[in-house]
């Protein structure tokens, strides 16, 4: 059975994805990886995106309009698929996820950690960022984030497994796209993410690295426009994809990875799978 595992930079715009990160870029040069234009949901906020990338839904049917209302959601995801079909399931992210998923409200104490064999998420990490504000990002290192997963990987046998860090979105923010700052942030976690990626890899995944919506020239998604909704996204494995000008629909995610796990789709779910 394949195995998976979803890397989401939070908030990187297409352009500085093909300018940036040379490692990834790489991989398509030498063949090993596919890339592509992803184009968000409506509104291009992060909490809007991440539902509807575990539900294949838009926000105008989930109901999440923003970042200020996070609750249990009622449709099948990803995570409740997987589990139902007897994988395992593992999440390195924002609390937000676990909310979405899991349970809500969410319990520093009770949820920042937890291994549930019924799932849906079987062995959850979470951060929270509390405090954050433009000065202070309260950003965990992605380097710490991205062994944590590996170890769920490796210790905890994860079928599918999400890793979702804010530090290029939050910088964004701070910095906008277009300067030294960002140049080096991109580089760097590219850096970061490569023997990674490589290592995962050699442990059999399958592999997308990709984003949940892009940022403007101001710091700013929410809205409309390419630089707020698209985003590359790469692709390590043996499936073949669209061709390469193809723009993908972000509501094709979930369903193309629970393709790629042998899993059944939710009917709810409508996108079409986009690898094969």
Avoid at 104 to 131: L, N, Q, S
Wanted: with cysteine; proline share 6%.
């Amino acid at each position: 059975m394949n195995k998976l595992l979803l890397i989401i930079l939070d908030g990187v715009p297409y352009a500085n994805w093909r300018r940036l990160f040379g490692n990834l870029e790489g991989w398509v040069q030498s063949g090993e990886a596919q890339v592509w234009k992803m184009r968000s949901v409506l509104p291009s906020t992060s909490a809007c995106c991440y539902a509807s990338i575990h539900t294949g839904l838009t926000p105008q049917v989930h109901k999440i309009w923003d970042n200020a209302d996070i609750r249990r959601l009622e449709f099948p995801d990803i995570f409740s698929a997987a589990t139902a079909a007897g994988r395992k399931t593992g999440a390195v992210t924002h609390s937000y996820w676990s909310e979405f998923f899991n349970r809500a409200p969410f319990d520093v104490v009770r949820d920042i950690e937890y291994d549930e064999p019924e799932g849906p998420i079987t062995h959850g990490r979470f951060h929270t960022m509390a405090g954050y504000n433009h000065t202070n990002q309260m950003t965990p290192s992605d380097y710490d984030l991205f062994g944590t997963l590996t170890r769920l990987c490796e210790v905890k046998g994860i079928d599918y497994g999400i890793l979702h860090t804010c530090t290029l979105d939050s910088m964004g923010h701070r910095y906008y796209h277009d300067c030294e700052a960002m140049d080096y942030a991109c580089g760097q976690l590219d850096a970061i993410l490569a023997p990674f990626v490589d290592r995962w890899r050699k442990n059999g995944y399958e592999v997308i690295v990709t984003a949940d919506h892009g940022q403007d020239a101001r710091g700013h998604h929410g809205g409309t426009g390419p630089d707020q909704q698209d985003f590359a996204l790469y692709y390590f494995g043996p499936a073949k994809g669209p061709k390469p000008d193809t723009l993908l629909d972000q509501l094709q995610l979930a369903p193309t990875i629970l393709s790629r796990l042998g899993v059944p789709v939710p009917e709810t779910m409508k996108g079409k799978s986009f690898l094969t």
